[in-house]
């Protein structure tokens, strides 16, 4: 993360409403699978409750990394732990939390396919309309110039240290940190918060 990204926090709130609306999709476009493959981390929360909506019992995970730390894409995609069990025959249907830059999903897809999946379909919460793959079903859709990255509740905390850490540079004010969040980042967090993520620092 060379700059601070623009950034919105999603709530839980959200969370529930996309995934009611992914899984109205998926059930009336008739592709609710045999087993859900949840990429991880982003894709492990969406993927239960998507579980729960669908009422598909079997959930399989899949690690395929990109992204470092916050907002900093790290190279090329790789699986780098498999499915932790078999799809061969199977509806798969592989969920993550966010399309960016497509690859994740795309190398998911590759990956389920050489596992000998029956049929793949693809979801995520959020899609960006740049991203070279596009989903078969997304909740909501973030126009390519409005590019931001999300803070998830189930990232809130990694996040913010990443966040604050840059933002706070050598100062040993919290306060400056929080207004530079706010006005470059457009997150508005507790003090609190960021006493916690900034953690032995000398604080002000
Ligand atoms: P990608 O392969 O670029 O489509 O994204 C891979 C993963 O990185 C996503 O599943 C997210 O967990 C994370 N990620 C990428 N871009 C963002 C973003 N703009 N906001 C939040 N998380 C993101």
């Given at each position: ?37 949840g990429l991880t981390r982003g ?127 050598d100062s040993p004010d919290p ?30």
């Open positions: 993360m060379d700059e601070l990204p623009r950034c919105r926090r999603a709530t839980w709130d959200d969370i529930d409403r996309w995934a009611e609306t992914l899984a109205e999709r998926i059930r009336a476009a008739d592709r609710v699978p045999d087993t859900i493959v894709g492990w929360v969406p993927s239960r409750l998507l579980s729960d909506r669908l009422g598909v019992r079997r959930i399989v995970s899949l690690r395929a990394q990109h992204w470092g730390v916050t907002a900093t894409p790290t190279g090329a995609a790789q699986v780098t732990e498999g499915l932790s069990g078999p799809v061969a025959g199977q509806r798969v249907l592989i969920v993550d939390d966010i399309t960016d830059t497509g690859e994740s999903l795309r190398l998911a897809v590759e990956h389920v396919t050489d596992g000998g999946a029956a049929r793949i379909t693809t979801a995520t919460l959020l899609h960006i309309a740049h991203s070279k793959f596009v989903p078969d079903f997304f909740a909501e859709e973030i126009p390519r110039d409005a590019w931001v990255w999300v803070v998830f509740p189930w990232n809130y905390w990694e996040d913010l240290r990443a966040l604050a850490e840059k933002a706070a540079g306060e400056a940190a929080r207004r530079k969040l706010r006005e470059r980042c457009g997150l508005d967090v507790p003090r609190a918060d960021l006493e916690r993520v900034l953690g032995s620092r000398p604080l002000g």
